[in-house]
């Protein structure tokens, strides 16, 4: 069973910034590509942003294009999420999956399980 383990959430004022890590011990994240989701309080997950497999393209979500940057560090096996300028409605539980990315229509489709999760909070 593929799962990854999500870090790095917490409470951050309006504007401010947050890293969060996506980790796996049993596998080679390189191998996969990966995407962040976001569930808010009574929602369903929303597809935040992917990372590609071969040539690590990178997609964005209009909602945080600009503000949230994808990354990989493959010496550490894990995939970043680099989220600044953040605002209230960025308030949520954010999960990573191993995942295909659509160039074409921006969608990303999960496969494999939800993990914890990690909470962010932004208010003042």
């Known amino acids: 069973q593929v799962q990854l383990a999500e870090s790095g959430g917490g409470l951050v004022q309006p504007g401010g910034s947050l890293r969060l890590s996506c980790a796996a011990s049993?596998?080679?994240?390189?191998?996969?590509?990966i995407a962040w989701y976001r569930q808010a309080p009574g929602k369903g997950h929303e597809e935040v942003s992917c990372i590609s497999i071969s040539e690590g393209r990178t997609y964005y979500k209009d909602s945080v294009k600009g503000r949230f940057t994808i990354s990989r560090e493959n010496a550490k096996n894990t995939v970043y999420l680099q989220m600044n300028s953040l605002k209230p409605e960025d308030t949520a539980v954010y999960y990573c999956?191993?995942?295909?990315?659509?160039?074409?229509?921006?969608?990303?489709?999960?496969?494999?399980?939800w993990g914890q999760g990690t909470r962010v909070t932004v208010s003042s």
């Open positions: 049993t596998f080679t994240l390189d191998d996969y590509s």
């Open positions: 999956t191993t995942a295909e990315c659509s160039p074409y229509t921006n969608t990303y489709y999960p496969t494999s399980d």
